[in-house]
């Protein structure tokens, strides 16, 4: 089972940290990720980690505003999200893929989203 929490309303240009309980003994071992919704859009990949924590990767567009990273021993992955922009509103998934592939019907496991919302 997966939790998201962190999420709010800040203005534009402040940040964010949200992250994401894991239930489980083998979270350790799982590649985590985030994706997002925007109100109309579809859901997309915003970031993602290996188990080790050693890897990551992102959305081109949020390269340098995001960081995801990972406490093993507290179970949680987190996304720090800085210099937010009005276009970052909506509501924020963790997750974890069947594999490293990062399209949606690759997905093992969702999380209840946390909302995000960046007045301008």
């Known amino acids: 089972q997966l939790q998201a929490s962190g999420g709010g309303l800040v203005q534009a240009g402040g940040s964010l940290r949200l992250s994401c309980a894991a239930s489980?003994?083998?979270?350790?071992?799982?590649?985590m990720g985030w994706f997002r919704q925007a109100p109309g859009k579809e859901r997309e990949f915003v970031a993602g980690?290996?188990?080790?924590?050693?890897?990551?990767s992102y959305a081109d567009s949020l390269k340098g505003r995001f960081t995801i990273s990972r406490d093993n021993a507290k179970n949680t992955v987190y996304l720090q999200m800085n210099s937010l922009k009005s276009e970052d509103t909506g509501v924020y998934y963790c997750?974890?893929?069947?594999?490293?592939?990062?399209?949606?019907?690759?997905?093992?496991?969702w999380g209840k989203g946390t909302q995000v919302t960046v007045s301008s």
């Open positions: 489980g003994s083998t979270f350790s071992r799982y590649v």
């Open positions: 980690i290996s188990w080790t924590g050693g890897s990551t």
């Open positions: 997750a974890v893929p069947y594999g490293s592939r990062w399209s949606l019907d690759g997905i093992r496991y």
